[in-house]
């Protein structure tokens, strides 16, 4: 089975500062296979990157996915108020796996 | 759009069943993987299981001898069945649509219900 690691396990930044989260699969994996998602509090997921860097639906440009093999990455360029929520990756297999998360909190 | 909405006993008795079903509304519930995740408090995501509209499921192997997922699509239902619940089961239980899969291609979680708590406890 597949384990994703996320990093940081917080990370704290001002609007308008450029936000990098890092997913480490436990072995290497198909980038078509990874998903990135946003929660905010008291709701579900949001789907916001497919394949490790296709944008989901209504997702701003801001937001971005990159990576290959075992390291992923998710870019928000710029952060805007409405970011700061916490970010799971995710991995499609023979069984499917959720990172622990990144919580973007406000400095 | 297609909507998810999740229904069920938020209290459910340690070493009980736990039972839950989510309604697909705005569409069809054939084609798509239909999946159940959970959440428990203050923790993250866990994929309990999907099952795909022509019956065949897929289930998180530290929960499969425990789950059951189920689809009726003459009322565009799917359903969860968690047996002998602890109070480890306490969660958000989620429904969730995955549009597309295989083996080269994966477009991720789409649509989601809002959640729905169910609590362990006598």
């Known amino acids: 089975e597949i384990v994703l690691t996320q990093s940081p396990g917080t990370l704290s930044l001002s609007p308008g500062e450029r936000a990098t989260l890092s997913c480490r699969a436990s072995?290497?994996?198909?980038?078509?296979?990874l998903a990135w998602y946003q929660q905010k509090p008291g709701q579900a997921p949001r789907l916001l990157i497919y394949?490790?860097?296709s944008r989901a639906t209504g997702i701003p440009d801001r937001f971005s996915g990159s990576g290959s093999g075992t390291d992923f990455t998710l870019t928000i360029s710029r952060l805007e108020p409405e970011d700061f929520a916490v970010y799971y990756c995710q991995h499609y297999g023979s069984s499917l796996t959720f990172g622990g998360g990144t919580k973007v909190e406000i400095k | 759009q297609v909507q998810l909405q999740e229904s069920g006993p938020g209290l459910v008795k340690p070493s009980e069943t736990l039972s839950l079903t989510c309604t697909v509304s705005?569409?069809?519930?054939?084609?798509?993987?239909w999946n159940w995740i959970r959440q428990p408090p203050g923790k993250g995501l866990e994929w309990i299981g999907y099952i795909y509209y022509n019956g065949s499921t897929n289930y998180n192997p530290s929960l499969k001898s425990r789950v059951t997922i189920s689809v009726d699509t003459s009322k565009n239902q799917f359903s969860l069945k968690l047996s002998s619940v602890t109070a480890a089961d306490t969660a958000v239980y989620y429904c969730a649509r995955i549009i597309g899969a295989g083996p080269y291609h994966y477009y991720g979680m789409d649509v989601w219900g809002q959640g729905t708590t169910v609590t362990v406890s006598s």
């Open positions: 705005g569409g069809s519930i054939s084609s798509y993987y």
């Open positions: 072995q290497s994996v198909s980038s078509s296979h």
């Open positions: 394949g490790a860097s």
